[in-house]
């Protein structure tokens, strides 16, 4: 019988039967099972440098391949998930990587879907378990010093790159570990904004004088509506030579040309309970240190009262956002928050209201996506039980343009800084 010689081809495909059946056996993929064995052999990733880090994925391959033959590009896919998993988002880094992506929102370790150009849809990846998916949101956590687990199952964080995290695991979420990720790639100019209709030129040029005069402004919307990204433009127009504070849950705001700042976040409590800072606390500690101007990130509760009280103690140009379906109904939401930390008549609380604010724009999202700045107003003296509003500019829905609708009447701060209307 003559021997028969067996080809490169077949040696493949018995190579690739015998690792597929030991790998079967084994009940764990090759990737699994050197990451499995990476991180057991060591204690604390976060103390190697990327560079470390990859020779040592790099020397588990190749000791890996004496038992299994791995084709090449796969090798270069489990070394770069390999990374990816331990160093950064494991399988969401693809998308964060993704300039069109703007929220990645994982419902437990099945459900993953993007928000890309203003549309939802459903990604066809999954996580491998949801003891992977809790690996890697420990690992968002731990860098921004945040705690998340049983007892303590919602938390904030951010990313590197500045994007917002929202975290809620089990039992509070029932179908396991739930993470939204808000994604700020780039910061978005107000120049960005007028190209692409967000504002017009004219609204733009009239907000640049209010806030180099130091009005009082504050910027309303729904969900998703592009609030921080609009204070975040909207701070661009602050004079460099001053002293700004920001104060946020997460930080998110990017005040490149202010040399005199200073960035200020919310700390969690401790597992015991103690050590909690909030915006309250933080917007009074910031009156303590000098500001022109303060920006807090988002208001949602009592420390609205701090707010405003900062603002009517002499900082003026101070910024501020909070969720409102409306202009009238961002009031009314104020009112709601004071009431939540202090107990005071609501006489006072809509004069304080009044005497604080200047300028309130309400932003919002079309049936398209796409975001709009739909209004902005004056905000008048309180009188006979109301707090007035001024509407100056609004977006006409069937024109799709901004238009100038009524005159600011309380002009002192303009002319004090050497502006005329």
């Known amino acids: 019988?003559?021997?028969?010689k067996i080809t490169d081809d077949e040696i493949f495909r018995i190579q690739v039967v015998k690792r597929e059946d030991e790998s079967a056996n084994q009940g764990e993929s090759i990737y699994e099972q050197l990451k499995r064995e990476i991180r057991d052999e060591l204690s604390d990733l976060r103390n190697i440098e990327d560079e470390e880090l990859y020779e040592i994925i790099d020397r588990e391959i190749v000791h890996k391949e004496h038992s299994f033959y791995i084709p090449l590009e796969e090798k270069i896919n489990i070394r770069n998930s390999l990374f990816d998993s331990f160093r950064r988002l494991d399988i969401l880094q693809e998308l964060l990587d993704s300039k069109d992506?703007?929220?990645i929102m994982v419902n437990g370790k099945d459900d993953i879907f993007v928000e890309k150009c203003g549309k939802v849809m459903k990604w066809d990846k999954s996580f491998v378990s949801n003891e992977?998916?809790?690996?890697?949101?420990?690992?968002?956590?731990?860098?921004?010093?945040?705690?998340v687990n049983v007892s303590s199952p919602i938390a904030d964080a951010r990313l590197s790159d500045g994007s917002r995290v929202h975290i809620v695991l089990p039992p509070i979420s029932l179908d396991g570990p739930i993470i939204t990720i808000r994604k700020f790639p780039e910061v978005i100019s107000m120049e960005r904004m007028i190209s692409n209709g967000t504002i017009s030129e004219e609204c733009a040029n009239f907000l640049e004088m209010l806030v180099c005069s130091g009005y009082n402004i504050f910027i309303s919307g729904g969900t998703n509506s592009g609030k921080t990204t609009f204070l975040n433009a909207l701070s661009s127009y602050i004079p460099k030579g001053e002293r700004v504070i920001t104060i946020e849950d997460s930080a998110e705001l990017q005040l490149?040309?202010?040399?005199?700042?200073?960035r200020?976040?919310?700390?969690?409590?401790?597992?015991?309970?103690d050590g909690s800072i909030g915006i309250g606390d933080l917007i009074r500690a910031s009156l303590r240190m000098n500001p022109d101007r303060i920006i807090v990130g988002e208001v949602r509760g009592r420390e609205a009262l701090d707010m405003l009280q900062a603002m009517n103690t002499g900082h003026d140009g101070s910024l501020s956002t909070g969720h409102g379906n409306s202009a009238k109904d961002m009031l009314s939401r104020l009112e709601t928050m004071v009431l939540s930390g202090a107990d005071l008549p609501l006489a006072a609380i809509r004069?304080?209201?009044?005497?604080?604010?200047?300028?309130?724009?309400h932003l919002g999202r079309l049936r398209e996506g796409e975001r709009r700045m739909l209004e902005i107003l004056e905000v008048l003296p309180y009188e006979n039980g109301e707090i007035g509003l001024n509407k100056l500019y609004e977006f006409d829905m069937e024109e799709k343009i901004h238009k100038k609708v009524g005159e600011l009447k309380n002009k002192q701060k303009l002319f004090a800084a050497g502006y005329r209307l």
């Open 256 to 262: 490149m040309h202010i040399k005199n700042i200073v």
């Open 101 to 103: 992506i703007t929220e």
């Open 351 to 361: 004069s304080q209201i009044a005497s604080a604010l200047d300028i309130l724009i």
């Open 132 to 147: 992977v998916l809790e690996d890697m949101i420990q690992q968002i956590v731990s860098k921004v010093n945040r705690v």
């Open 1 to 4: 019988m003559l021997n028969k």
């Open 264 to 273: 200020l976040e919310t700390k969690n409590a401790t597992l015991s309970g």
